[in-house]
Each structure stands twice: as structure tokens, then as C-alpha cells.
């Protein structure tokens, strides 16, 4: 694996093991939120990772959808419509001056626990592709 490949997946690593840091220590609304957008995160960078060990250029966008599809991977149909899903969470805890329009997003522990091992599921299964 190419060093800059390497460097990609550690920090998506990263973002997988902060989710579930603050879903276990997290009390609040916001803790559960933060998890979420790091489960976001976790599946962006990973993406990112796929797209640079294509050889291809990372573009600085946040869109999990774009990205999947820049990366040319042939997802389970259950994992695009996780992707879908997971896509708008970003928005919320990374803009908060902005007035988010998309759907109501909830952030209880359910909630943030479905999104963890969703996003373990899928992350996983990218990072057997790559190793």
C-alpha cells in the first residue's frame, strides 16, 4: 500500500474510533451528533482512500454519494442506500449557521448506535477492497 494510501486510511480509522469514543462516553444530544458526523467522516475518508489508491485525484467535497461514485466501487445495493442515508449528517454539526432543509434529523443513542455499526459494516468491507 502507497504511503499517501496508508496515511488516507489511518485517518479514516481515526474517525471510526472517534464515533464510537463518543457514542460510549457521550451523555448529550450534541455527543451523539458528533458521533454520527464522525461515522460521516469515517466513510468519506475511507472513500477518499479508495479514490486515491485508484490513482485518481481526491476532490475536497463532502458528498458521500459523489464520492462513491468517483470511486468506482460496486457497493452492495444495502450499503448505497445506507450511503444515501448517511449523506445529509454532515450538514448540521459542521455548519451550524446554516439552516439545514433536508429531513429532521434525530440524534439519540438509537439513533447514533445504528448509524455506528452501519457504518462499521461498510467501512469493513471497503478496507478488505483495499488491503
Known amino acids: ?47 477518499k482512500t479508495v479514490i486515491i489508491s485508484n490513482g485518481d485525484e481526491v476532490k475536497k467535497v463532502h458528498n458521500l454519494i459523489f464520492l462513491l461514485n468517483e470511486s468506482k466501487l460496486k457497493v452492495p445495493q444495502e450499503f448505497k442506500q445506507y450511503i444515501e442515508e448517511l449523506n445529509p449528517h454532515y450538514q448540521p454539526s459542521r455548519y451550524p449557521d446554516v ?20 457504518t462499521k459494516k461498510i467501512f469493513l468491507w471497503i478496507e478488505k477492497k483495499l488491503l
Open 1 to 47: 500500500m502507497k504511503k499517501l494510501t496508508k496515511k488516507w486510511l489511518d485517518f479514516a480509522r481515526a474517525d471510526l474510533e472517534a464515533a464510537e469514543v463518543l457514542l460510549k462516553s457521550g451523555k448529550t444530544h450534541w455527543s451523539r451528533q458528533l458521533s454520527v458526523l464522525h461515522c460521516h467522516q469515517a466513510i468519506e475518508k475511507i472513500l
Open 99 to 118: 439552516a439545514y432543509k433536508g429531513p429532521i434529523l434525530k440524534y439519540n443513542k438509537v439513533t447514533a448506535i445504528y448509524h455506528l455499526e452501519k
